[in-house]
């Protein structure tokens, strides 16, 4: 009797732990029964990217617990759509004109139905970059990646064909992508970058006021955003204001050609503008090459800049003097991949 006292208790309490770990076990079961919510992610494009060549877009989405996936983009009044039974979708749209604006890709799928047989809509979203604004962050990129390499840190810039030389420097970042490119109007035709204008052209004002004079039909998709030219008729207070209206102007992707006098350098000088003007700082942001050097062995070498930065006060300092300017080239906007 005594015996079976002692032990009735450590039964008891196996008993306790046993029932305890049974629900335990129920209740994780319970856990992963649990259905998971519909959910749909864009794999192509990637984020920052345009369409591609040839008028047409490549889509991939994916996602689980999805029935069906549609996707669509509007460019330029046009609805064009896809879509897929299960939970990935890939296929490419074909535009019927040459895409020249930015867009939103939008995807929406439908869920499998739950136990109780109902369904949900889950979506995503992708911003699709005008080829205008893929290309400028592009040349962007490119010059950034070039801060980085020894190649163009420091360049010779002596002679009009070496790297080191500022209107070489933003020409190679443009001709690197420049193929890739058409404008709508002139489809049939390559973009270049006009070379800076001669001597006897500029005149009566210096030499690297301004590029050649090339239009859309020749191949050129610039357009003179803004000048500015010293006018001897004006005071040189107001010829510093209009110079300072003309920096106020710019935006980024603008190739800003000016001849002035600029402390490392005095006469014509080529850079690429990588951020809008910010009226709150008043400062203009650009890459370049050869605004600042040295000589090696009796040659120019020059040092590549990447956000630099100044005002609009000392920037229209620069260019406000007689025969002196500046110039603001900007891209057109009917840009399309090829």
């Known amino acids: 009797m005594t015996k079976q006292k002692r032990w009735l208790p450590l039964w008891f309490l196996i008993f306790l732990m046993m029932a305890a770990c049974a629900v335990a076990t129920e209740d994780l079961e319970e856990v992963e029964l649990n259905p998971q919510p519909a959910v749909v992610y864009i794999l192509s494009p990637i984020p920052g990217a345009s369409y591609d060549s040839g008028n047409c877009l490549h889509v991939k989405a994916d996602g689980y617990g999805i029935a069906s996936i549609r996707a669509e983009v509007t460019i330029q009044g046009k609805t064009y759509s896809t879509e897929a039974e299960g939970d990935r979708l890939e296929a490419t749209l074909t535009f019927e ?173 080529s850079m ?14 650009w890459t370049d090459s050869n605004m600042k050097g040295t000589r090696i062995d009796g040659a120019r070498w020059g040092y590549m800049q990447f956000d630099a930065d100044a005002d609009e006060d000392w920037w229209a300092e620069v260019f406000t003097r007689k025969k002196r300017g500046a110039t603001v080239y900007r891209l057109r906007e009917d840009l399309y991949k090829y």
């Open 97 to 269: 004109e040459p895409a020249t604006t930015g867009t939103v890709l939008k995807v929406t799928a439908t869920s499998l139905p739950d136990e109780a047989g109902q369904r949900v809509t889950v979506t995503a979203e992708r911003a699709i970059l005008s080829p205008r604004e893929e290309l400028i962050q592009r040349m962007i990129d490119l010059a950034e990646a070039n801060s980085h390499d020894k190649k163009y840190q420091f360049a010779r810039a002596e002679d009009d064909w070496d790297i080191g030389v500022c209107k070489n420097f933003v020409m190679r970042l443009f001709d690197t992508f420049s193929k890739e490119y058409r404008m709508a109007e002139y489809p049939k035709l390559e973009l270049h970058m006009p070379k800076n204008n001669s001597k006897a052209a500029c005149a009566p004002y210096d030499y690297g006021i301004e590029w050649r004079i090339e239009t859309a039909a020749e191949g050129s998709p610039f357009e003179i955003a803004a000048q500015f030219k010293y006018d001897d008729s004006l005071s040189y207070e107001e010829n510093l204001e209009l110079a300072k209206e003309l920096v106020r102007s710019i935006r980024k992707g603008d190739f800003f050609q000016i001849v002035g006098y600029y402390g490392g350098g005095n006469g014509p000088h």
């Open 272 to 285: 690429y503008i990588i951020r809008d003007y910010d009226p709150e700082t008043r400062e203009i942001h």
